[in-house]
């Protein structure tokens, strides 16, 4: 008797769950965990009122713009629609990339994945549970963004529920054709690579290109579509406007669509498109995963070989630490490791050092020098302003690498606490770890900027003892906070920083930075104002009680955060 192919049998006697069946679990077990978290109700006021603000500024820098294209004459149509196509694109390259990281994690590396694929289930049943979770994981962003930039079109041309209907219908194939291509990438890499080390490959591949999309869009200066004079003719400026445009680009096809039925006769066919290729991509995607899943599942498996560089980075730990005791030794020496043994840590250096390029060339491109006073006073200004910038640029790099530490932890930590080890000196050994490298970043930083800048010798010392202070302080913030609001569970590091924990942590440390500029206004605008009258006074008391507010806040933001982070980390092993 000739046995019935694999999965035959077991699909004759039961019947397949099916696509909601499989997205139940996921979506009862995030409910389950809102329902326990005794502070929902503070998160919810928290994140409702952030976002309420960012959408509202959002949305009223839009429909500012808007404004000033409909009463540019000839070209307002143009530009508005030049502006819309711009965004879906930007819309569209973060959807690519976010897609073929998130589908990694849910299509082979989740844990759920062993149970699913030995159980009665159809694959196509499977590869669109699937689907839906990457899209929504990866887009849930992206859509969230639009709605201010929907609304600030439908305001401006006082559109009427159509448009928002359409709008709503034409982000529905925009978020899914990059979920299915950013899986069907993903899928054919599996079959070729390891799963872990495709994670690595991936995660390198999607910096690149983001830290190239950033980069070439800041050089191409998009600022001066706003200001057509800066062009030798109108016929350099109307080409200007026509890029980037293709037929082939489904941001094309969503522009075309609701700019004809905002111009009021609207044109079907780009909709149609959209949703035409959507379905012929869902149907390409189920047709991959059947035939390549399997095989690339059983590759999931397998696990990238251990590299030998950890044992080389533990000796030069060890030999740069040779006055300090073996467990300072062993912790940090941990911590290097944790950080270099995961891709997506690493990794995100490269787009940090773009972000830091092209926040140079800002400075570098700003057009102060019109007169020798006012130059000074623009110069000074700018520089004092730049130290709130540049902090707030150390603040983020600092919610991306010093936060998670205690989340990157896991299930591990139980393991330390039950070792010979203090908290405090846990907590110490990470904050050195991580404050030491956002010094080496903050302090060129300022430095380089305050020399394109060319300030007064008195601001450039001001300026960068103002910054050596900050980033002891973001650092306290980011690692208290992160002990604060830690999250064991989850899959993704990218996650960690923008969970709820991080956007508090950036709340405190944007108040952290306004503090600081508030208590050193005043002596520097005393300093300003004698050097416009020619004399460059230092306002020498002045000066002294806003160094003395400025040591004070920092104390507080070292002392408090580190002081709270250690009691919690006890609690949770009590």
């Known amino acids: 008797m000739v046995a019935p192919?694999?999965?035959?049998?077991?699909r004759a006697g039961q019947t397949s769950p099916g696509l909601l069946r499989l997205l139940g679990p996921k979506i009862r077990g995030r409910i389950h965990r809102a329902r326990k978290d005794q502070g929902r109700w503070f998160k919810l006021l928290v994140l409702g009122s952030v976002g309420a603000m960012f959408w509202s500024l959002l949305f009223a820098l839009i429909w500012r713009m808007l404004l000033y294209f409909r009463n540019t004459q000839g070209m307002g149509e143009l530009l508005a629609s030049k502006l819309l196509g711009i965004a879906l694109l930007t819309f569209l390259g973060i959807l690519l990339l976010s897609n073929v990281i998130t589908a990694l994690s849910t299509f082979f590396l989740s844990q759920d994945l062993e149970l699913l694929v030995a159980a009665p289930v159809d694959p196509l049943h499977l590869y669109g549970a699937r689907l839906v979770e990457t899209v929504v994981n990866s887009s849930?962003?992206?859509?969230?963004l639009a709605v201010p930039l929907f609304l600030a079109y439908g305001f401006t041309y006082r559109?009427?529920?159509?448009?928002?209907?359409?709008?709503?219908?034409?982000?529905?194939?925009?978020?899914?054709?990059?979920?299915?291509?950013?899986?069907?990438?993903?899928?054919?890499?599996?079959?070729?690579?390891?799963a872990r080390r495709t994670r690595d490959l991936l995660a390198l591949i999607a910096l690149l290109a983001t830290a190239g999309v950033v980069a070439l869009f800041r050089f191409l200066r998009p600022e001066r579509l706003v200001r057509p004079e800066e062009f030798r003719n109108l016929v350099d400026f109307l080409s200007v406007l026509r890029t980037p445009s293709s037929v082939w680009l489904p941001s094309e096809w969503a522009t075309e669509a609701l700019m004809s039925q905002l111009r009021g006769f609207f044109d079907p066919f780009p909709f149609l498109l959209l949703l035409s290729t959507g379905a012929a991509?869902?149907?390409?995607?189920?047709w991959l995963h059947g035939r390549f899943f399997p095989a690339g599942f059983s590759r999931a498996q397998e696990g990238a070989p251990r590299s030998k560089e950890e044992r080389r980075r533990s000796r030069w730990v060890e030999r740069l630490l040779l006055g300090a005791g073996p467990r300072t030794r062993e912790l940090v020496a941990k911590e290097v490791r944790i950080f270099f043994r995961d891709s997506t840590q690493w990794?995100?250096?490269?787009?940090?050092?773009?972000?830091?390029?092209?926040?140079v060339y800002n400075i570098r491109v700003l057009p102060l020098y019109t007169g020798e006073r006012v130059s000074f006073f623009l110069v000074n200004v700018v520089s004092f302003l730049n130290l709130g910038l540049a902090g707030f640029v150390v603040a983020a790099i600092a919610a991306r690498f010093v936060f998670p530490s205690i989340s990157l932890e896991g299930r591990a930590l139980w393991l330390l606490r039950s070792a010979p080890l203090r908290v405090e000196s846990l907590f110490w050994t990470k904050y050195w770890v991580g404050t030491v490298p956002?010094?080496?970043?903050?302090?060129?930083?300022?430095?380089?900027?305050?020399?394109?800048?060319q300030v007064s010798p008195f601001l450039f010392v001001l300026s960068t003892a103002t910054m050596v202070v900050m980033t002891f302080a973001l650092g306290a913030l980011a690692l208290g906070f992160g002990a604060l609001y830690p999250n064991f569970e989850t899959e993704n590091v990218a996650e960690i920083p923008t969970s709820f924990g991080g956007l508090l942590f950036m709340m405190a440390a944007v108040a952290y930075l306004a503090g600081i500029v508030v208590l050193e206004a005043w002596p520097v605008y005393l300093y300003l104002s004698s050097g416009l009258r020619g004399s460059r006074e230092v306002p020498a008391i002045p000066l002294a009680v806003g160094v003395v507010g400025v040591v004070l806040l920092t104390a507080a933001a070292v002392a408090f955060p580190l002081r709270t982070g250690v009691k919690k980390v006890q609690e949770l092993e009590a």
């Open 159 to 194: 559109a009427g529920v159509e448009f928002y209907l359409l709008a709503a219908g034409v982000m529905l194939p925009f978020l899914v054709i990059p979920g299915v291509l950013g899986s069907a990438f993903t899928l054919l890499l599996v079959n070729v690579f390891p």
């Open 140 to 144: 849930w962003m992206v859509a969230l």
């Open 5 to 10: 192919p694999e999965g035959k049998a077991s």
């Open 347 to 359: 990794s995100q250096l490269v787009l940090l050092a773009v972000l830091v390029a092209v926040y």
């Open 438 to 453: 956002l010094l080496l970043v903050a302090v060129p930083l300022i430095v380089l900027t305050n020399l394109i800048l």
């Open 281 to 286: 991509l869902v149907v390409l995607g189920a």
